[in-house]
């Protein structure tokens, strides 16, 4: 049978009761194929690790993350349930070790805090897969060319997943996580969300990176780049309980039920910017985005306005949180190159947006959100679409309110 990754969040690793469940599903599938597990820190440990960085000083708040110590630190994590899942799979007489990122080796760039996987050489770990031992590897981290420890950002662990299943050739990538699929929205906000049986990696990829935690951006990416089967299971369900259940993510082709709408997804991690009365002539955006670029800040929507006086305009644009504050110190001390009267930051803004790869082919998605925001007296400030997906930013605390609307409208919840 074809080799197999499995990765465990978190949550699922969270304590020696749920590490042994975890055991019990890697042992069920090591009995019949060759199998490498990829698992999280426990759940809150990666906080934990990083708000003790930030306490000595080392990634200080606002400023981009460029320390390799952050990284010895916060990859630590890992190591403890790599080890601690291995000791308990050989204590049920499943061969397994633990692997860290520099034993793969899973080499990186050498941007910390957020690398990026470059190669990984699998002959190590498939000489241990196909020898009947289980790889029990450290997710979310690797290493530099020149041996230092790296991280890949926050909820990567899905990538190593994807990345060694591409790397040993696997059939499957399983991600079992704390639900049981991928659902229409997030099921802790809405209740009537409904487990999708299929989702292509196209809306899988605007799902991930509009909000929707339950894979990693960067993982869907790199499943869809590498053609990597992906399958997002519960791991709180009964060894082989899981059989024909979750979510399998896969090209458009192969999902036979049309819709138009797949889900909806909300992000509450937006800060909107605003600068008002800025000349209205050529070379201002490229001013303004030019120098936030430089500074490495990534700009998500952006609106232009005319302002009341004439001849003057305004903008608006909004970033992650944990980037406005850098963003508002590039424009403001660019203040008089670019010709601004005010700038302005919000941070209690919401972004949620609709997803479905019908959207091509289909018109009225617009007018059927537009409507049901309307309808519940949700103010729209900002609107960004692309070819599958609608996005609005609205104000954060009609989050909930706006993507049950949108749930309901879509019909998502008779799905
Ligand atoms: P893990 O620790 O296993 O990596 P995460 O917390 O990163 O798990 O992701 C799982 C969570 O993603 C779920 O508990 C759920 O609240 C959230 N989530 C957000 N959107 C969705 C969605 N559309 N479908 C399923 N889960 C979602
Ligand atoms: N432990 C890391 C985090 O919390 C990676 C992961 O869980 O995917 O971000
Ligand atoms: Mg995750």
Not at 7 to 17: I, R
Not at 71 to 89: H, I, K, P, R, Y
Not at 338 to 357: R, Y
Not at 383 to 409: G, M, N, P
Request: glycine share 10%; net charge negative.
């Amino acid at each position: 049978m074809s080799r197999l990754v499995m990765k465990f969040g978190g949550t699922s690793v969270a304590d020696l009761e749920r590490i042994r469940r975890v055991a019990r599903i890697v042992a069920a599938e090591a009995a019949r194929r060759p199998v490498a597990v990829v698992v999280s820190a426990m759940a809150g440990k990666t906080n934990e690790l990083v708000a003790w960085t930030d306490g000595a000083g080392g990634a200080a708040a606002g400023l981009p993350m460029s320390d390799d110590e952050y990284d010895v630190v916060v990859a630590s994590g890992e190591q403890v349930t790599a080890g601690l899942l291995a000791m308990v799979l050989r204590n049920m007489g499943v061969p397994a070790r633990s692997w860290l990122g520099w034993q793969v080796p899973i080499y990186t760039d050498d941007a910390h805090g957020r690398a990026r996987f470059d190669e990984i050489p699998p002959e190590k770990l498939v000489a241990a897969m196909d020898g009947g031992e289980v790889a029990v590897i450290a997710g979310f981290q690797g290493m530099t060319r020149d041996g230092r420890i790296t991280t890949v950002g926050r909820g990567g662990s899905d990538t190593t997943a994807v990345a060694i299943a591409a790397a040993v050739g696997a059939g499957s990538c399983d991600i079992y996580t704390d639900v049981d699929g991928v659902y229409t929205t997030d099921p802790r906000i809405e209740s009537k969300a409904r487990r999708l049986a299929r989702i292509s990696y196209e809306e899988m990829l605007e799902m991930a990176s509009l909000g929707a935690k339950v894979l990693s951006t960067r993982s869907v990416e790199m499943a869809m780049a590498r053609n990597v089967p992906v399958r997002v299971l519960s791991s709180f369900a009964e060894p082989g309980e899981s059989d024909g259940q979750g979510t399998i993510v896969c090209d458009e082709e192969e999902i036979v039920e049309k819709r138009i709408v797949s889900g909806v997804a909300f992000s509450r991690d937006e800060a909107k910017i605003s600068l008002y009365g800025l000349p209205d002539h050529p070379g201002v955006s490229r001013e303004i985005f030019g120098r936030l670029a430089d500074a490495n800040v990534n700009v998500d929507m952006i609106v232009q306005s005319h302002a009341h006086r004439e001849g003057a305009a305004n903008m608006e644009f909004t970033v992650g949180k944990r980037d406005a504050a850098r963003a508002v110190e590039v424009v403001r001390a660019a203040k008089d190159i670019i010709g601004f009267d005010d700038v302005a930051v919000d941070e209690d803004v919401a972004k949620v947006s609709v997803i479905g790869v019908g959207m091509r082919s289909h018109a009225g998605v617009a007018k059927t959100m537009f409507g049901a925001l309307a309808d519940k007296g949700v103010n729209i400030q900002v609107i960004s679409t692309s070819e599958i997906k609608i996005s609005v930013l609205i104000d954060a605390a009609y989050t909930e309110l706006a993507v049950r609307a949108l749930h309901a409208a879509y019909g998502l919840d008779r799905l």
